[in-house]
Antibody
Framework: EVHLVESGGGLVKPGGSLRLSCAASGFTFSAYSMTWVRQAPGKGLEWVSSISSNGVYIYYADSVKGRFTVSKDNAKNSLYLQIHSLRVEDTSVYYC???????????WGQGALVTVSS | DIQMTQSPSTLSASVGDRVTVTCRASQSISSWLAWYQQKPGKAPKLLIYEASTLKSGVPFRFSGSGSGTEFTLTISSLQPDDFATYYCQHYSDNSWAFGQGTKVEFK
């Protein structure tokens, strides 16, 4: 069974940094591209970043480019999102998800809440 | 970037109603469109991909149609478990985009 578990969320002051992790199990992690999607409180879904199966190809939404860094450790079956220069508007639940061949997100984690507040 | 616009933003309906949600793309996207269902406090769930292909295990009362710039999600007979928010999603040029969501609530 595919299982994705995010961790690393919490309360951070504006300007701070945070690293989110996504632990994967139940599938061959190295064979899949992965993605991060976030959702601000009471708002819709926003795609954040995606990374190819081997970590070579990386893509970011314009809203996070330059501040967010995605990485993938296939040996540890883990996906990461490093966030720098956090802003109040980055407050969201951050989900990791597995990308399928049709470029859709078939399996999702439960989400990690990041709150940016002074 | 291609923009996805959903309508309506909120839909009030009763159990047994036929419900339709529309998603329009700012330019043609062929059939590269997916639909997700999300309930409060939960992660989204994939319902339909490639505009009309039902994910295995999703009830047949859900269907998708459309191509080009206009797409619809239809629930043929709304069930109590279907009250949720629905999102369309598109991929192109190494970028993904979601519609703003349609909340289906009790009338």
């Amino acid at each position: 069974e595919v299982h994705l578990v995010e961790s690393g969320g919490g309360l951070v002051k504006p300007g701070g940094s945070l690293r989110l992790s996504c632990a994967a199990s139940g599938f061959t992690f190295s064979a899949y591209s992965m993605t991060w999607v976030r959702q601000a409180p009471g708002k819709g879904l926003e795609w954040v970043s995606s990374i190819s199966s081997n970590g070579v190809y990386i893509y970011y939404a314009d809203s996070v480019k330059g501040r967010f860094t995605v990485s993938k450790d296939n040996a540890k079956n883990s996906l990461y999102l490093q966030i720098h220069s956090l802003r109040v508007e980055d407050t969201s639940v951050y989900y990791c998800a597995r990308i399928e061949y049709s470029n859709v997100f078939n399996y999702w984690g439960q989400g990690a809440l990041v709150t940016v507040s002074s | 970037d291609i923009q996805m616009t959903q309508s309506p933003s909120t839909l009030s309906a009763s159990v047994g109603d036929r419900v339709t949600v529309t998603c329009r793309a700012s330019q043609s996207i062929s059939s590269w469109l997916a639909w997700y269902q999300q309930k409060p406090g939960k992660a989204p769930k994939l319902l339909i991909y490639e505009a009309s292909t039902l994910k295995s295990g999703v009830p047949f009362r859900f269907s998708g149609s459309g191509s080009g710039t206009e797409f619809t999600l239809t629930i043929s007979s709304l069930q109590p478990d279907d009250f949720a928010t629905y999102y369309c999603q598109h991929y192109s040029d190494n970028s993904w985009a979601f519609g703003q969501g349609t909340k289906v609530e009790f009338k």
